[in-house]
């Protein structure tokens, strides 16, 4: 089978646009939450967010001006914009540059929701009797496929074009999938990511289901807390990160950057039985998960350096830390470093799993582990199992070779990707 | 209110939700929704949300987070129907 490397990186974070700038504010320990008085002012509990910052200036530099006339679909401005910088950074054409349809590169970009404030928009239009003045603008924007076909078009891709979806773990997900068909041989270039829409809409029936923290509202950079034992709810975000998947024989014959290999991986699910449900996980199913990834990554467990986990902070991280602690039959001294990239950036929803693998990447690239800032006061039952200094607060610089990143979702859905230091 | 028409009237709301019909039938203040009723814990907003239909309330975040019990519950009823 083929070997599956990483050969782009794009992402539209709420601590940073674009891979310089994410870089720099994840090495810096950068929150990307902020008050938003939008949430305020519809009277939400939870009036802190990631929302991304991006310009005008940015979005003409991925869309022209007809596209953008009309355009109010966050999910695909975030995963264009991604998408596009991870392509090029992978030394691929994209645009007029591409003539015919490259039939060996696909892309597999997921979402949960897309153009929700389009959808809004012209669900106003048509209960004023005004469908006719739509135009032509809904459709391609709230789609849920709207983010593939997109990047489909920009990039000429003749491969698999897609979208996926499955809750917080869709960004993981798409990143196994690209991996499988590469490995499989059914293509040999994978865009892969997810992106989600932010705003108010959106994070409505989160907010509603008190699982968003209300306690953080006047310290919006300490707001979201993985690990702590203050945590009392995720912060909503919103962004998307992308990975061009490559195998290694392509990227070879092209010269191309290679930044990681994916050594394997895993996708399961509780089946909402057990303490498994629609919104809470079955703990075998996490660890097996975890434990499958492993033996399909060919590792054993010491192996692994670096955990970067779901860590949302709310009151389920202790259970996810326990999980880790059995799946790889790790703990005190022996148990990897722990990284939470939610701490920077909130819970990025569908674009969560997609964003902390780029980061997960450019770790392992660039051999550092990032601060987890807002865990000073670590929680009691994760401190019993993990030593303080495995849970670093301040930026280290350090030779990473094996980074596992899983991610959780509603429906009690589980992903796990083993990256390692790519050698030839 | 009366203790015993407050409880019942908590008992109604919670019934549709529960897991557990034996414990529902002995249902007292030492009650706890997850554990003894097996409520999903996601729809505990569901159970307060009705409780203040039922009741005619306005339930904060704050006095949300007690109502994990049904002695919490009765007292977080009793507090906002007094000040009303």
Known sequence: ?424 | MDKTTLMATIKEVVQPYTKNPEALATLNEDTDFIRDLKINSANLVDVVLDVEEKFNIVIDNDSMEKMINVRAAMEVVENKLAAS
Not at chain 1, 71 to 100: C, D, H, K, R, T
Not at chain 1, 317 to 325: F, R
Not at chain 1, 379 to 405: M, S, T, W
């Open chain 1, 1 to 424: 089978m083929n070997r599956v490397v990483i050969t782009g990186l794009g992402v539209v974070s709420p601590n940073g646009a674009g891979i310089p700038a994410f870089t720099e504010a994840i090495r810096q320990g950068v929150s990307g939450i902020r008050y938003d008085p939008q949430l305020e002012a519809l009277d939400f509990s939870c009036r802190i967010a990631g929302t991304p910052e991006v310009t005008e200036a940015m979005k003409l530099q991925y869309f022209d001006p007809l596209e953008l006339k009309g355009f109010n679909s966050g999910a695909v401005l975030y995963g264009v914009m991604a998408g596009m910088e991870a392509w090029q950074a992978a030394g691929l054409p994209a645009g007029a540059a591409v003539q015919q349809p490259d039939w060996d590169s696909g892309v597999i970009f997921g979402t949960g929701s897309s153009g929700v404030d389009k959808m809004r928009e012209a669900i106003y239009r048509v209960d004023e009797l005004q469908v006719r003045r739509l135009g032509s603008t809904v459709i391609s924007q709230t789609m849920t496929s709207s983010i593939s076909a997109w990047l489909g078009g920009k990039l000429g891709l003749g491969n698999q074009v897609t979208t996926n979806s499955s809750a917080c773990t869709t960004g993981a997900e798409s990143v196994l999938m690209a991996y499988e068909r590469i490995r499989a041989g059914k293509a040999r270039r994978m865009l892969a990511g997810s992106t989600t829409d932010g705003g108010a809409y959106v994070w409505a029936g989160f907010d509603a289901m008190k699982v968003c923290t209300f306690k953080n509202n006047d310290r919006p950079a300490a707001g979201s807390r993985p690990m702590s034992a203050s945590a009392s709810g995720f912060v909503p975000g919103a962004g998307a990160g992308a990975l061009v998947v490559e195998s290694l024989e392509s990227a070879l014959e092209r010269n191309a950057p290679i930044y990681a290999e994916i050594a394997g991986g895993h996708i399961n699910s509780g089946g909402q039985r057990n303490e498994g449900s629609m919104t809470a996980p079955n703990s075998e199913a996490v660890q097996r998960c975890i434990r499958e990834a492993v033996r399909d990554a060919g590792m054993h467990p010491d192996e692994i350096d670096v955990i970067n986990g779901h860590l949302t902070a709310t009151s389920k991280d202790a259970t996810e830390v326990v999980n880790w602690s059995q799946a790889l039959n790790r703990s005190g001294e022996q148990f990897p470093y722990v990284n939470a990239l939610k701490c920077m950036i909130g819970h990025c929803l569908s674009a969560a799993g997609s964003i902390e693998l780029v980061a997960a990447v450019l770790q392992l690239q660039q051999g550092f582990l990032f601060p987890n800032i807002n865990t000073e006061d670590l929680h009691p039952e994760i401190a019993a199992i993990v030593p303080r200094e495995k849970i670093p607060q301040q930026l280290v610089q350090k030779d990473l070779q094996v980074i596992a990143k899983a991610s959780f979702g509603f429906g009690d859905v589980n992903a796990c990707v083993i990256l390692k230091k790519y050698k030839p």
